[in-house]
T-cell receptor
Framework: GQQVMQIPQYQHVQEGEDFTTYCNSS?????IQWYKQRPGGHPVFLIQ?????EVKKQKRLTFQFGEAKKNSSLHITATQTTDVGTYFC????????????FGKGTKLSVIP | DTAVSQTPKYLVTQMGNDKSIKCEQN?????MYWYKQDSKKFLKIMFS???????INETVPNRFSPKSPDKAHLNLHINSLELGDSAVYFC?????????????FGPGTRLTVL
């Protein structure tokens, strides 16, 4: 079945440092979504990428979708304590399958 | 106004009991989901309903039975609870069952089986 791998599992950064999490799929994806889950909270949708090579920005967050549509990354510039949480990527295989397969997430801790 | 709500928020029960979790969405969405998040934070799809019809039914013990009385509600009934069922269960909804749909998650139900 489709697998979505995400690394690293944990990342501790000093406030102001950059952070990147990577997502890789065993199969070509139709689209990829990113979610953020704050401690004790629920996943909240951040963004969706659909096109090969697509890059989208949300303030300090930059999302990329690989040319082959099998990998993606989320980069946060100058982390803040409000960025703390677990970031999940989730992919859809397409071809009639609309099931979202989640990566295991990257837990970000920001040291003030 | 809460978009996706779940009750109860916490559920502590003994092994062998039967329990239900309820979910309601007021977004007018056609599709609803149940996810299980284990202690390692892994999010796994369990079921999905589109307009009251089951469309995703992952490998889940048949002790778990979803029920969708209408497209705004998706409940989860669990029979003969086991220790391994302890987890956070999230309900979610999306506008429809297509590929390009963000999912809106409820606040979760933390189930503890003793």
């Amino acid at each position: 079945g489709q697998q979505v791998m995400q690394i690293p599992q944990y990342q501790h950064v000093q406030e102001g440092e950059d952070f990147t999490t990577y997502c890789n799929s065993s199969t070509t994806l139709s689209n990829i979504q990113w979610y953020k889950q704050r401690p004790g909270g629920h996943p909240v949708f951040l963004i969706q990428l659909v096109k090969s090579g697509e890059v989208k920005k949300q303030k300090r967050l930059t999302f990329q979708f690989g040319e082959a549509k099998k990998n993606s990354s989320l980069h946060i510039t100058a982390t803040q304590t409000t960025d703390v949480g677990t970031y999940f990527c989730a992919g859809t295989r397409g071809a009639g399958s609309y099931q979202l397969t989640f990566g295991k997430g990257t837990k970000l801790s920001v040291i003030p | 106004d809460t978009a996706v709500s779940q009750t109860p928020k916490y559920l502590v029960t003994q092994m062998g009991n039967d329990k239900s979790i309820k979910c309601e969405q007021n977004l007018g969405h056609d599709t609803m989901y149940w996810y299980k998040q284990d202690s390692k934070k892994f999010l796994k799809i369990m079921f999905s309903y589109n307009n009251k019809e089951l469309i995703i039914n992952e490998t889940v013990p048949n002790r778990f039975s979803p029920k969708s009385p209408d497209k705004a509600h998706l409940n989860l009934h669990i029979n003969s609870l086991e220790l391994g069922d302890s987890a956070v269960y999230f309900c979610a909804s999306s506008q429809w069952a297509g590929e390009s749909n963000e999912q809106f998650f409820g606040p979760g139900t933390r189930l503890t089986v003793l």
